[in-house]
């Protein structure tokens, strides 16, 4: 694994996809094409972090993204600890703000950070002085999500420029749709965005995609169909008559399927609620699902980024030592 890679990658953070540039993304991409490679191997391990501290905080639950940064550290040697914030000082009336300094004064190289409110990444890495990955805020971006499901499109099906995928189910709630339509799209796809007008965002007009209410319309014709978690944390009163009804018009089906082109991907970040917005014939085709190549490769495109980032600090602190000097 090449430990020293041509690079020019110019963002001390990565907050969200909006605001990268293709350049920024194909070298993104590239390292962690390597990456899953390596990752396959007996022994998965090299020190490109080694000797950095890895801090992970995750002040709303996650199952996959949490372990997969943890994982991903450690396979770069890093010291990687995961701080539990659901009990946090926050509890005891602890500001966000004073939590960071805290954090800060801990000295930490990378911190990555999934909140509830959307903002509240870019708002902490004003505050300290390392290189922050927001893992998921709010409403607002998951760029890493983003990132390894453009990583998994690409590996299985080649240039995203030729390929028409829909996004289906809870846009309105969903990080994952946000960064995701500004990437696919950033690759040159055509995106459509399908779900129920309460479940649509005022606005996804001109995010650049595509707005079906209709999910058989919707999927007609496409490469890839990505389903999203029906997000009821997240709602507050009634979005929905009844998940029974939800899964009848979109939830997604054999027979629903089979209006999308032959042959054509599923795709879904986790965690699934079976039998509300995917069928579980549809999610464990092997043939048909790349819901386990995406677990996969969340690692290897996590290791990318905190590799990128990593020497993008530690040039900005060459430079500072330079000039204090
Ligand atoms: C997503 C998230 O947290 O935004 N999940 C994930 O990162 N694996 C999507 C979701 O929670 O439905």
């Known amino acids: 694994m090449a430990k020293d890679f041509e690079y020019n990658y110019p963002h001390p953070h990565l907050l969200g996809i909006e605001g990268l540039n293709r350049l920024d993304v194909e070298q993104l991409l590239a390292l962690a094409d390597d990456y899953v490679e390596f990752s396959r191997q007996d022994r998965k391990h090299v020190d490109v972090l080694k000797g950095m501290t890895l801090?992970?905080?995750?002040f709303e639950n996650s199952t996959r993204t949490q372990s997969s940064f943890e994982l991903a550290g450690k396979r770069l040697g890093a010291d990687v600890?995961?701080?539990?914030?659901?009990?946090?000082?926050?509890?005891?009336g602890e500001t966000l703000i004073d939590t960071a300094m805290t954090l800060n004064a801990m000295r930490p190289d990378l911190l990555v950070i999934r909140h509830n409110a959307s903002g509240a990444v870019k708002l902490l890495s004003r505050k300290v002085d390392c290189a922050v990955i927001n893992?998921?805020?709010g409403q607002h971006e998951h760029p890493t999500q983003a990132l390894l499901d453009?990583?998994?499109?690409?590996?299985?099906?080649?240039?995203?420029?030729?390929l028409r995928i829909a996004i289906c189910g809870d846009i309105a709630h969903s990080r994952v749709a946000r960064s995701n339509v500004f990437l696919?799209?950033?690759l040159g796809a055509e995106v459509r965005l399908v779900g129920p007008s309460p479940l649509i965002p005022k606005g996804a007009d001109e995010?650049?995609?595509?707005?079906?209410t209709d999910m058989k319309e919707g999927i007609a014709d496409c490469d890839v169909v990505m389903m999203l978690r029906l997000q009821l944390e997240r709602m507050e009163g009634a979005f929905l008559p009844s998940t029974r009804e939800y899964f009848h018009f979109y939830g997604l089906d054999r027979e629903?399927?089979?209006?999308?082109?032959?042959?054509a991907l599923v795709m879904?970040?986790?965690?699934?609620?079976r039998g509300v917005e995917i069928e579980s014939a549809v999610a464990d085709n092997l043939d048909r699902s790349l819901i386990t190549t995406q677990v996969e490769n969340g690692v290897a495109v996590r290791m990318a980024v905190l590799h990128t980032l990593s020497r993008n600090l530690l040039d900005r602190r060459a430079k500072q030592n330079e000039v204090q000097r």
């Not at 801090?55 to 995750?58: K, S």
């Not at 995010?207 to 079906?212: N, P, Q, S």
Request: without cysteine.
């Open 81 to 92: 600890v995961n701080m539990a914030m659901q009990n946090s000082s926050l509890k005891k």
């Open 207 to 212: 995010w650049g995609a595509e707005v079906y």
């Open 268 to 273: 879904h970040p986790g965690p699934m609620n």
């Open 135 to 137: 893992a998921g805020d």
């Open 55 to 58: 801090l992970n905080l995750f």
């Open 150 to 162: 453009a990583l998994t499109i690409r590996r299985r099906l080649g240039d995203l420029s030729a």
């Open 184 to 186: 696919l799209t950033l």
């Open 256 to 263: 629903k399927l089979k209006l999308a082109k032959p042959g």
